[in-house]
């Protein structure tokens, strides 16, 4: 597979030590962490922002350092960029194509973006979720191989999360590799074809969410209230979080533990079900619960 992006033993101190990644041509790979584990200094130094103090970033075959432009064949929508508030969606679409030398959006784009009704439209007036959708398009004017995507659904509601969703399966087949930092881990399990979670600046781990979450066996899950005193369990492995008590084991374990917790929680109904992305980072971190991740 052709590496698009090869990120190699990336360092920015204190946010970030030693991240390495790639994004292979047909890729969609997603980069998690909650705020303030690295993923904000990743995306700067990847899009040129800020210098890291160690490591290479290559793309499409190129070395690229601070201050470089964004090379040929790259498009990018981070967060907090904008267009003047005066400027029509439909000019700065004019506009971004006569710099690529491109005919603009294809008509599948603009109906995936909903971005037909806001082309007569001043940025200024848009929405906040109008506006993310304008600039997701616009990063995608010049055809790029590479499509770098920060928080690309952060404030959206559900309809406009599932409109940038479905171009990012997209830009999967019809472009060439996609980065996506987010920190919805059950965003990443349903978008990616790899995920490179990271805490403390570090890669925790790297691959497929189906391999993630099988790095925690064959086991079952059952969340309880955070205020449960939980024993020690046969079977069970007992992971303490802010919103719940997660126990991990086999199902018939699980059954058990129920049984023995059933008195103290009254007439309540707990259900036992297969981990997710979201357990196995927990399991790997084995830290309580960061606030920030989404459930």
Same mark, same amino acid.
């Given at each position: 597979m052709?590496?698009?992006l090869?990120?190699t033993d990336l360092s920015?101190?204190p %946010?970030? =030590? =030693?991240?390495s990644?790639? %994004?292979?041509?047909?890729?969609v790979v997603c980069?998690?962490?909650?705020?303030?584990?690295?993923?904000?200094?990743? *995306?700067a130094c990847l899009?040129?922002? +800020? &210098?890291?103090d160690?490591?290479?970033?290559?793309?499409l075959?190129?070395t #690229? /350092?601070?201050?470089d432009?964004r090379?040929?064949g *790259?498009g990018?929508?981070?967060r907090? &960029?904008r267009l003047?508030?005066?400027?029509?969606? /439909?000019d700065? #679409?004019?506009?971004f194509?006569r710099l690529?030398?491109t005919?603009?959006? !294809?008509?599948?784009l603009?109906?995936l973006?909903?971005? $037909?009704?806001l082309?007569a439209?001043r940025?200024g %007036?848009?929405s906040?979720?109008?506006r993310?959708?304008v600039?997701?398009g616009l +990063?995608?004017?010049?055809?790029?191989?590479?499509?770098?995507?920060d928080?690309p659904?952060g404030?959206?509601k $559900?309809g406009g999360?599932?409109?940038?969703?479905?171009?990012?399966? $997209?830009?999967? !087949?019809?472009y060439?590799?996609?980065?996506?930092?987010?920190?919805?881990?059950?965003?990443?399990?349903?978008?990616?074809?790899?995920v490179?979670?990271?805490?403390?600046?570090r890669v925790l781990a790297?691959g497929?969410? !189906?391999?993630?979450?099988?790095?925690?066996?064959?086991?079952h899950v059952?969340?309880v209230?955070?205020?449960?005193?939980?024993d020690?369990l046969?079977?069970v492995r007992?992971?303490p979080?802010?919103?719940?008590?997660?126990?991990y084991g086999p199902?018939?374990a699980l &059954?058990?533990?129920?049984?023995?917790?059933a008195p103290?929680s009254?007439?309540?109904v707990?259900?036992?079900?297969?981990?997710t992305?979201?357990?196995?980072y927990l399991?790997?971190s084995a %830290?309580p619960e960061?606030a920030?991740?989404e459930?």
């Open positions: 052709t590496a698009l090869n990120v920015l101190s %946010v970030l =030590e =030693e991240v990644f790639t %994004v292979g041509r047909g890729e980069v998690v962490g909650p705020p303030g584990d690295g993923a904000g200094a990743l *995306m899009a040129g922002e +800020a &210098e890291p160690a490591g290479q970033i290559e793309m075959g190129a #690229v /350092g601070t201050g432009r090379p040929a *790259m990018a929508a981070l907090g &960029e003047p508030d005066r400027m029509r969606v /439909g700065a #679409v004019r506009l194509s690529y030398g005919r603009g959006l !294809s008509g599948r603009i109906d973006l909903d971005l $037909e009704p082309m439209r940025f %007036v848009l906040d979720g109008q993310r959708l600039m997701i +990063a995608l004017v010049g055809n790029p191989e590479l499509v770098l995507l928080d659904t404030g959206l $559900e999360k599932n409109r940038v969703e479905h171009v990012i399966d $997209e830009l999967r !087949s019809g060439g590799g996609v980065c996506v930092l987010l920190d919805d881990l059950a965003q990443a399990e349903r978008l990616a074809d790899r490179v979670l990271l805490r403390d600046g790297e497929s969410p !189906s391999r993630l979450v099988g790095l925690l066996g064959s086991v059952l969340s209230p955070p205020h449960l005193r939980v020690r046969s079977e007992v992971l979080c802010a919103a719940a008590t997660y126990l199902r018939p &059954e058990a533990a129920i049984q023995e917790l103290m009254g007439d309540r707990w259900s036992i079900r297969r981990p992305l979201r357990d196995a399991t790997l %830290v960061p920030a991740l459930a």
